[in-house]
């Protein structure tokens, strides 16, 4: 398999990723109080944002190197 064609797959892959999640979650544990002994913690949960363009570009980009390396063969 040539590394066009791979890449272009994780390209359409990435691309169908981004329409079905539209975001990316993740938790972080932050420390709230430290006094001595004494420690809080609270679990925070962010989210960054895919827009749906990204996502187009990535597939739109995968379609194309796939077309385009299969004519170069």
Do not use: C, H, N, S
């Not at 797959?9 to 539209?22: C, M, S, W």
């Amino acid at each position: 398999m040539k590394i066009t064609t791979l890449i272009a797959i994780i390209l359409i892959a990435i691309g169908v990723v981004a329409f079905g999640y539209q975001g990316i979650t993740y938790t972080t544990r932050e420390k709230v109080v430290d006094i001595g002994p004494l420690e809080m913690t609270a679990d925070k949960t962010r989210t960054i944002p895919l827009p749906p363009i990204v996502g187009g570009i990535a597939l739109a980009g995968g379609i194309a190197l796939l077309v385009l390396g299969g004519k170069k063969e």
